[in-house]
C-alpha cells in the first residue's frame, strides 16, 4: 500500500510539472486608462439594466447634477498632462478660502482615478476623478526639502506640480535643475505647499513631506478635494468659463 501511494504522488509530481510548462514567455507588461463613456452603451445588456432600473432613479439624482464645463479631453499621466495641471492648480485656487497663499501645489498622480471627457462635468464624474476622502491641507518645507522633494517626484518621472514649477529631469529618474517662477530654489527659505492629507503624511514616495511644519489640515468632509475641486467648476460655470488645460512644460524630460 505505502509503495502504490509513493508511485501516485510521483505521477502527479511530473503530470503537474508537464502541465506547468509553457512555451511562452512574459516580455512586458502596459497598462492604460480606459473612458467609460456612452460608447459602451451601443449594446447594453437588458437583463443587467432591469435590474438596476429600481436604482437608476435615485443614484442619477445624485450624482447627475452639473458642476461645470470642460473644454477638452483631460487625463492624467506623467511626467505632466492636463488633468494633473489643473488639480494642482486648483489646489493654489482654493487658498485663498483657507487663507493660505501657496507658493506651489502637488498632487500624487495616482489620486487622479478617471479623466474627465469634453462636455459637462457633473457630480459623478468628479467623484470618479478624486473617489477618496483626501483633504486638502497646507505645509511648510525649507528649501533643501523642497529640493529633495522635487528629486523624490524625478525618481517618480512625475507628479503634479502647479504652474510655476518648472523642473527637468533624467529618464532615469535624476533631477536635472529646479526653479519655481522662474526663480532657484533657496535652501534657506521657507516654502507653503498646498497639497492633500495622504501626500502630506509622506506617502507615495514623496518622504519629505515628513519634514513639514506648521500644519494647516482642516478637518470635515467640505474639505475634501472633490468638493474643493467642484467648488472651483461652479464658480468657473459662473462666470461663464469653460475649462481647459494643457502642458505647459512644468516637468520636461531632457536626455
Known amino acids: 500500500m505505502k509503495r502504490h501511494y509513493t508511485i501516485c504522488a510521483l505521477l502527479s509530481v511530473l503530470v503537474w510539472g508537464s502541465a506547468c510548462h509553457s512555451p511562452y ?54 511626467p505632466e498632462s492636463p488633468l494633473s495641471n489643473l488639480l494642482t492648480d486648483i489646489l493654489m485656487w482654493a487658498g485663498k478660502d483657507y487663507q493660505e497663499k501657496p507658493d506651489f501645489a502637488v498632487y500624487n498622480i495616482g489620486g487622479m482615478r478617471a479623466a474627465l471627457a469634453e462636455g459637462d462635468v457633473t457630480i459623478g464624474d468628479v467623484l470618479e476623478v478624486a473617489p477618496f476622502d ?30 510655476g514649477v518648472e523642473l527637468e529631469i533624467t529618464k532615469d529618474g535624476q533631477l536635472k535643475s529646479a ?22 503624511q509622506g506617502n507615495d514616495k514623496m518622504t519629505a513631506f515628513k519634514s513639514s511644519t506648521d500644519i494647516n489640515q482642516p478637518e470635515g468632509e ?5 468638493f474643493v475641486i467642484m467648488n472651483y467648476l461652479r464658480e468657473m460655470a459662473k462666470q461663464g468659463i469653460t475649462v481647459t488645460a494643457k502642458k505647459e512644460g512644468r516637468i520636461i524630460v531632457k536626455e
Open 25 to 78: 514567455h512574459l516580455q512586458h507588461i502596459e497598462r492604460t486608462r480606459i473612458l467609460i463613456d456612452k460608447t459602451y452603451d451601443a449594446q447594453p445588456d437588458m437583463a443587467a439594466k432591469a435590474w438596476i432600473q429600481p436604482y437608476q432613479a435615485q443614484v442619477d439624482s445624485m450624482m447627475n447634477p452639473i458642476v461645470g464645463r470642460v473644454g477638452c479631453y483631460l487625463a492624467a499621466d506623467r
Open 134 to 163: 483626501n483633504k486638502i491641507c497646507f505645509v511648510n518645507l525649507t528649501g533643501t526639502k523642497v529640493k529633495e522633494l522635487f528629486s523624490q517626484i524625478a525618481m517618480q518621472r512625475g507628479e503634479g506640480v502647479s504652474h
Open 179 to 200: 526653479r519655481l517662477n522662474g526663480k532657484e530654489i533657496d535652501d534657506a527659505a521657507t516654502y507653503r505647499i498646498a497639497t492633500i492629507d495622504y501626500v502630506a
Open 222 to 226: 467640505e474639505n475634501n478635494v472633490r
